[in-house]
């Protein structure tokens, strides 16, 4: 089993519509969590982070953790032409541990 | 504020070479964290270097290593290069009371 996997896409999403990424992860102690996107070419940028149980907003996007059945996930609202992007999901076993675990990533095309 | 600095941004190197890539974290980051990806792959964690030690080491073999100088700049060097080694580089940086990596634009490297 795979440390973090995604669902590998590639995901299309009409523009205006909300696109939904998922994550799950197999080490149970894991504390911090965050969503990267990655534009082809360049390097993983920093979208979201997340640490506690429930839902974090910041402005077309949420990220959604639940602990118990170890999953994240990545909702983006309105989605637009320029979040067509591969989106990495990456976990942090333990504080003080600065090892990012990524999963291979979902590419997401937003169709205009 | 300038982000994470990375150099060269492309080396085409040939079996059996050494090469030596360089990163600058962000202003105040103490923390830096290497990186490989691999076309269609998450990035894979080589290194991590806090405060000038090191802190963490990924499932790479001895002919890499890297280290921190007092200003916080980083060099990761690969010896004897093998084909499997091209890949893009990542350098990340981290303040040091929070989770959250920031990447630098990588280095693609080409092993011929």
């Known amino acids: 089993q795979k440390e973090v996997e995604q669902n590998s896409g590639p995901l299309s999403v009409p523009e205006g519509a909300i696109a939904s990424l998922n994550c799950t992860y197999s080490?149970?102690?894991?504390?911090?969590f965050f969503w990267y996107r990655q534009y082809s070419g360049k390097s993983p940028e920093l979208i979201m982070s997340?640490?506690?149980?429930g839902d974090k907003e910041d402005g077309r996007f949420t990220a959604q953790l639940n602990k118990a059945s170890q999953y994240v996930s990545l909702l983006i609202r309105d989605s637009q032409p320029s979040d067509s992007a591969t989106y990495l999901c990456?976990?942090?076993?333990?504080?003080?541990?600065?090892?990012?675990?990524f999963g291979t990533g979902t590419r997401l095309t937003i169709i205009p | 504020d300038a982000g994470v600095t990375q150099s060269p941004t492309h080396l085409i190197k040939t079996r059996g070479q050494h090469v030596t890539l360089r990163c600058s974290p962000i202003?105040?980051?103490?923390?830096v964290s290497w990186y490989q990806q691999v076309l269609g792959q998450g990035p894979q964690f080589i290194f991590q270097?806090?405060?000038?030690?090191?802190?963490g080491r990924g499932n790479f073999p001895d002919r890499f290593s890297a280290r921190q100088f007092p200003n916080y700049s980083s060099e990761l060097n690969v010896n004897a290069l093998l084909l499997g080694d091209s890949a893009l580089y990542l350098c990340?940086?981290?303040?040091?009371?929070?989770?959250?990596?920031?990447f630098g634009p990588g280095t693609r490297l080409t092993v011929l």
């Open positions: 990340a940086s981290r303040l040091d009371t929070y989770n959250e990596q920031f």
């Open positions: 080490d149970r102690v894991s504390q911090s």
């Open positions: 997340i640490y506690s149980n």
């Open positions: 990456a976990v942090i076993s333990n504080f003080g541990n600065e090892k990012l675990t």
């Open positions: 202003s105040g980051h103490k923390s």
């Open positions: 270097y806090y405060e000038k030690e090191e802190r």
